[in-house]
């Protein structure tokens, strides 16, 4: 069995959360959300016909992520990580580490016509921990490495003390057999979907702060999770958070689509005050071509470029390889507003210019000014930049020609 990446990163950045260290996954659990939007657009896709890729389609693009090898946790469904985890063993001879969704709370049923998302979240789990790791109900003990031994689980908090009393009851008992049975996890932390009492947008980010070091303050190191994965509020509560307790990994959620530049200021602002995850789903599988995007994203997190240089060599390489940009260039450099949430009713406030854009009460997606913007104070604590190509000297057929090596050695 190979070594994982993420093992190896995650040890690092405990011995020294100022090492530099980052992690990748891609979120490929749209599955458990989205019903058939879920795999996203397919090449032939027009907009009247509303065709998307196909579950099998979708598996193969899983496939070549992972073999690529730059991402180091494919997240996915649990039916998806039966098949390509258990089945077809996809994951034994990789350092990408397999993880599966483990529960699916109410708010993120996303579903064509349907409300659930605009109500108040509630607990629910389609699966468990023993069909995660070995694919039926019960595991025999030789049978739990089988399929992945890291799961995501979702927390919705609304300022409610009935509801998020269930929340909390939910996840204690969820810790609970995941200790007994060897099974790790992260834990999503969503902003409020339908608050008792709204939150104004520049404090939400306090509230989420609050709720998740209260949530954790009774849980022992054992069954603490690896990392989180929220939403990025911006210079001063991921600071504040990473300050607090730096043995708590920040890991950032990516939202909806946007724009290429909205994904990449995204990354390069939370690495620089405290994030040491980004858990991209959505933008990376509506992106044009997902593993010159996945490209990108870790030569920004290793130093190597930046968010302005990498939206235009994206660009050099969708046009060299003859795929039409969703956006022209100058657009596509743009930050706007984004839903942050399954439903796409959340938008966040981002003090200090960040990508993440401002709060839209009328779901309109307002452009923001183009290029880049300096956050607000605090220490940069992004990587020193390591050996590796400099996008922003190559001509447009340099990009392209590393870019077909990078997808043949794939």
Do not use: W
């Not at 409300?115 to 025999?140: A, L």
């Not at 007994?180 to 702060?209: T, Y």
Request: aromatic share 8%; hydrophobic share 35%; charged share 25%.
């Amino acid at each position: 069995m190979v070594q994982k990446s993420l093992d190896i990163k995650l040890a690092r950045i405990k011995a020294n959360p100022n090492c530099g260290e980052f992690i990748i996954a891609d979120a490929k659990d749209a599955d458990m959300a989205f019903g058939i939007a879920a795999p996203g657009k397919s090449p032939e896709h027009y907009s009247r016909e509303g065709r998307f890729r196909t579950l099998a389609e979708f598996h193969e693009i899983i496939r070549q992520i992972v073999r690529q090898g730059l991402v180091d946790i494919m997240l996915m469904s649990a039916h998806c990580n039966g098949i390509l985890a258990i089945k077809e063993r996809l994951f034994e001879n990789s350092h990408v580490t397999p993880a599966a969704r483990a529960n699916d709370t109410t708010d993120i049923h996303a579903v064509r016509e349907g409300v659930f998302s605009s109500k108040p979240s509630r607990p629910f789990q389609s699966t468990t921990i023993d069909q995660i790791q070995c694919g039926k109900i019960d595991c025999d003990p030789k049978e739990r490495a089988l399929g992945a031994d890291l799961g995501l689980y979702s927390v919705t908090f609304n300022n409610d003390l009935e509801l998020d009393k269930q929340t909390l009851e939910a996840y204690k008992t969820f810790r609970i057999e995941a200790e007994r049975k060897s099974f790790r996890h992260f834990l999503e932390v969503f902003d409020p979907n339908a608050p008792q009492k709204p939150i104004p947008p520049d404090k939400l980010g306090g509230f989420i702060n609050d709720m998740i070091v209260r949530c954790l303050a009774g849980v022992p190191d054992k069954g603490r999770p690896l990392f989180l994965k929220m939403v990025y509020h911006g210079p001063k509560y991921t600071e504040e958070l990473a300050r607090y307790d730096p043995g708590l990994i920040i890991g950032i959620l990516g939202g909806s689509s946007g724009t290429t530049y909205d994904a990449f200021k995204l990354l390069a602002d939370a690495q620089k005050y405290g994030a040491r995850v980004a858990l991209f789903g959505r933008k990376i599988n509506n992106a044009e071509n997902q593993f010159a995007f996945i490209e990108m994203l870790r030569r920004i997190v290793d130093g190597q470029i930046s968010p302005e240089e990498a939206v235009r060599a994206y660009h050099g390489i969708l046009q060299g390889l003859g795929i039409k940009p969703y956006r022209p260039l100058e657009e596509d450099m743009k930050l706007t507003d984004q839903a942050m949430s399954y439903g796409g009713s959340e938008r966040v406030v981002v003090p200090g210019g960040a990508s993440g854009g401002a709060s839209g009460g009328n779901g309109s997606r307002q452009p923001a000014a183009a290029g880049p913007r300096a956050p607000a104070g605090g220490p940069s604590v992004r990587k020193a930049p390591v050996p590796g190509p400099s996008f922003g000297k190559m001509t447009s057929a340099e990009r392209l020609a590393y870019f077909r090596n990078r997808l043949n050695r794939a």
